[in-house]
């Protein structure tokens, strides 16, 4: 949905729940009016509050679109069938001086039952999500793509400081999108020893995470 119609309907009362999966600092600084701050680990968990109805018509945003991306896939998966991205995203909707507010819908404090997914390795297996917490805790990490710079610089800090982790018995695991193929260049120029995995979706079952 082009940003322009998207104002035009929030100003004739008939807009489409918008569906914002930045951070909340981000969604702090400003989010378009009436917006639904929804993390992509947050829908990933089942902890975002989204429409009952699975025919809601969506539309999903962050700042450039990796991370809408990610959500529009979980929220498909989930059965949302009308569903559909902010052209331009957040920032599309500044430079276009389209209307902002700073206070929004948020998260609860309050936990449910996840969805468990299998996702796919840098290796090319496959696992559950699950199992890379069911023995220790793990830091999910989310570059925007495995391509992303300012992604990768933050892995690389992390990672520095991955020994100490460990020793606090946390294991970091990277989750983004793209191929086998690049998140184990990502994983290996990052020098992280973690896997990397993906958010291709091979299978879901109901699961408590």
């Known amino acids: 949905m082009k940003a322009p119609e998207l104002a035009e309907r929030i100003k004739s009362r008939t807009a489409p729940t918008v569906i914002d999966a930045r951070s909340g600092l981000e969604f702090e600084h400003g989010h378009i009016p009436g917006a639904i701050h929804a993390p992509v680990l947050e829908i990933l968990l089942n902890r975002a509050r989204l429409p009952d109805k699975n025919d809601s018509e969506l539309v999903i945003t962050c700042e450039h679109g990796p991370r809408a991306l990610m959500a529009k896939c979980l929220l498909d998966t989930y059965g949302y069938g009308n569903t559909t991205l902010l052209e331009g995203h957040m920032l599309g909707w500044r430079n276009a001086g389209l209307p902002l507010e700073e206070k929004g819908q948020h998260l609860d404090e309050v936990s ?37 710079p300012f992604g990768r610089r933050q892995v690389v800090q992390l990672c520095r400081e991955q020994k100490g982790l460990k020793k606090a018995g946390v294991d970091v695991v990277l ?7 690049q998140a184990e260049v990502f994983r290996t120029t990052t020098k992280c020893h973690s896997p990397s995995s993906l958010t291709r979706t091979v299978s879901s079952s109901r699961s408590s995470a």
């Open 175 to 181: 989750f983004s999108s793209g191929t086998a193929a």
């Open 112 to 148: 449910y039952d996840a969805l468990d997914f299998k996702v796919l390795l840098s290796d090319g297996s496959t696992k559950p999500l699950s199992s890379f917490w069911d023995k220790r805790p793990v830091a999910l990490v989310f570059p925007r793509h495995f391509g992303c």
